[in-house]
């Protein structure tokens, strides 16, 4: 596939930015009334079993054997949540904003419905449970997705030779934003 039919303008680039800058005072705002429930999904999940895991984890072997479990179960996770957010009508409404960007570049990945952030907090709660909070496995983890949307949205042409079925790139992305 060729880079997007319409090339984004600085315009363009410049109201999404704009936009992410106005919507993350609001998110970090949100995220903060969710802080002492997460605190004590981490609380738990650390006093169960994933608190064995911290042990293993601070070897080199174990901490690149949780980075990499981490980020399967997290991807596998957050496909599955994608998913909903197109099945569902409801979802689709905080989603659509995200897929309205007629010129689709990087700057798009910022481009969401506030209410789509409050969802996304809610919905990864359980994994906190689940993985608990690793550090700094977890903090890398989501660096790595959030650098990856920059990527994914981004106006280039990337091939990704054999691995395309399973690493998503812009070339794929751009087929998931399609009007058609």
């Not at 969710?34 to 911290?54: K, T």
């Not at 990087?106 to 993985?131: E, F, K, N, W």
Request: proline fraction near 6%; include cysteine; hydrophobic fraction near 50%.
């Amino acid at each position: 596939l060729s880079p997007a039919a319409t090339r984004p303008t600085w315009h363009n680039r410049l109201e999404n930015c704009a936009y992410l800058a106005l919507a993350l005072p609001l998110v970090m705002y949100l995220q903060s009334l969710f802080n002492p429930l997460f605190e004590q999904a981490m609380h738990v999940a650390d006093s169960r079993w994933i608190g064995h895991l911290h042990a293993f984890s601070q070897t080199l072997p174990g901490t690149i054997l949780v980075t990499i479990a981490y980020a399967l179960i997290w991807d596998t996770w957050h496909y599955w949540i994608h998913r909903w957010q197109h099945a569902s009508p409801f979802l689709w409404e905080t989603h659509k904003f995200h897929h309205g960007d007629p010129m689709m570049n990087a700057t798009t990945q910022g481009r969401r419905h506030l209410l789509d952030y409050l969802l996304s907090l809610i919905c990864h709660a359980p994994m906190l449970l689940v993985l608990g909070s690793l550090n700094p496995t977890a903090f890398v983890g989501v660096l790595m997705f959030r650098f990856w949307g920059f990527v994914n949205h981004a106006n280039l042409r990337v091939s990704f030779g054999p691995l395309a079925g399973v690493i998503s790139g812009p070339q794929w992305h751009r087929i998931h934003h399609s009007a058609l």
